[in-house]
């Protein structure tokens, strides 16, 4: 179907992951009273894997062993069972600056992939705080063995 759309104003909101920003091309903001973020900014600071599935209009977030699908509607499933969205507050595109985004409801995929999230109401910041593993450093890759003798080359 054909998507349009339509303007509207929303209150920019400050995002920070265990005191550190988070920043996109795409702010946080409160729509209908909902925090929403853009999905892979979000998902992927939360060590998530994001998937968008154009033909289904559906985002996937798989963190762990939980797995998060997305609509563009006001459902969501969270490892195989439907979970309604706080408010009905859907997952929605937004459009701002010229980029597109697939927006999520903070506090619920926020939550379920494990993070804790304040509200600062005078800054208008929502900090997520979450224990997530380090990221090890790739290991070096070894040199491939030389032989112990050169071939021999056929006259």
Not at 58 to 77: C, K, Y
Not at 113 to 140: C, F, H, I, N, S
Request: glycine letters at 8%.
């Amino acid at each position: 179907s054909q998507h349009t759309y339509t303007p509207a104003s929303a209150e920019v909101v400050k995002l920070t992951l265990n005191g550190e920003a988070l920043e996109g091309d795409v702010p946080a903001m409160i729509r209908d009273g909902r925090t929403l973020v853009p999905v892979r900014l979000v998902g992927e600071a939360l060590q998530a894997q994001v998937l968008w599935v154009q033909q289904t209009g559906q985002v996937i977030l798989t963190g762990g062993e939980d797995v998060i699908v997305l609509t563009l509607d006001a459902t969501a499933l969270v490892n195989g069972v439907p979970a309604p969205l706080p408010d009905g507050v859907p997952a929605q595109v937004i459009s701002y600056g010229g980029a597109d985004r697939t927006m999520i409801p903070l506090r619920f995929v926020s939550e379920t992939l494990g993070a804790q999230v304040e509200w600062d109401q005078t800054t208008y910041t929502a900090r997520l705080t979450a224990d997530l593993p380090e990221t090890a450093p790739e290991p070096p890759e070894e040199e491939p063995e030389t032989p112990a003798q050169e071939p021999e080359i056929p006259d």
